[in-house]
């Protein structure tokens, strides 16, 4: 609601810098005298010198295990070579974390990063995972349970709310490489400690679970297997059919991705094989064969 003024009723309310007074525009009310000016007292002409004049830092990151609001000791330029080793000392000794929870939280957070650079995740996936990793830590859910765990459930739960199309397959592919002859076995133990934890996350109000939005996925899959544009609408089509008849109701959307996608390329007389779909996707040739039975109830048949 715009101010008025009181002796008028004019909006027209005009701010005086040099005297600090608000006055009416209308009437020359003066509404209000020896305003505080919030701004700086300092003026700068070059970006470096209000740099160097500013005494705040940048806000809040999440992506930070302090949230970024920690003091960095930085050493100045000239510097005697009797003072460097102490500013060097001084330095290592404000880096070390005392409290081990904020050393989980920083050992975590890397970890989240990590993923997020090898999966080509954007900034604000890395933000929203690490502000639910946050709030598990809290709760005590990452209590007995391997970090990685923790990491992947959180990283699973932001990609699924901002509608990423990433894979569970994806994700452990890449927490798993490594591993070398043990790495099906630890992807089979990392599955099923991510659905622990992202139950726990759902349990506890951290994030809300909704249904899994598909037509990324086909985009991103039509794009992998550099298909025309007109698959995607006709894959669309064929899952919304199926969806209707009921046909996904307890089934793997991402295996009903497949075999929509090979559907309609078969359609639009594109011959791509089951085997290359299933690799595309990360999913495997009988859960694609499967799912086409299933179309093949609704008229499409491979």
Not at 2 to 22: K, Q
Not at 46 to 63: F, H, K, N, Q, T
Not at 249 to 275: D, E, H, T, W, Y
Request: glycine share 6%; with cysteine; charged share 30%.
């Amino acid at each position: 609601m715009r101010e008025r003024c009181p002796l008028c009723g004019s909006t027209n309310i005009i701010y005086d810098e040099e005297r600090g007074e608000r006055v009416c525009g209308s009437c020359g009310y003066v509404i209000e005298k020896s305003v505080i000016d919030t701004s700086a007292e300092w003026r700068a002409f070059e970006p470096e010198e209000a740099l160097e004049l500013s005494r705040v830092g940048p806000p809040e990151r999440a992506i930070f295990h302090d949230k970024g609001l920690s003091t960095k000791i930085i050493v100045p330029r000239k510097t005697s070579p009797e003072k460097l080793s102490d500013y060097i000392r001084i330095k290592k000794l404000n880096s070390r974390i005392s409290d081990s929870n904020q050393r989980a939280l920083r050992d975590l957070f890397a970890l989240l990063r990590l993923l997020c650079e090898k999966l080509s995740l954007p900034e604000f996936i890395l933000e929203r995972a690490c502000v639910i990793a946050r709030k598990a830590r809290e709760k005590g859910l990452e209590r007995g349970r391997p970090a990685r765990h923790v990491a992947l459930a959180a990283l699973y739960a932001a990609c699924r709310e901002f509608d990423v199309p990433v894979t569970v397959e994806e994700m452990l592919k890449e927490a798993t490489a490594g591993f070398s002859w043990t790495e099906e076995e630890e992807k089979r133990l990392m599955r099923r400690g991510l659905w622990r934890c992202y139950s726990l996350l759902v349990k506890h109000g951290i994030t809300t679970p909704k249904e899994i939005n598909i037509k990324p996925f086909i985009r991103r899959l039509v794009e992998r297997l550099e298909l025309p544009t007109k698959v995607v609408e006709d894959a669309m089509r064929i899952y919304e059919e199926a969806r209707k008849a009921r046909l996904t109701v307890g089934r793997n959307p991402i295996g009903f991705v497949a075999a929509c996608v090979l559907v309609a390329s078969r359609l639009n007389g594109i011959f791509v094989s089951q085997k290359v779909v299933a690799r595309a996707i990360g999913v495997t040739e009988v859960t694609v064969r499967n799912r086409c039975k299933d179309l093949a109830k609704i008229g499409y048949v491979v």
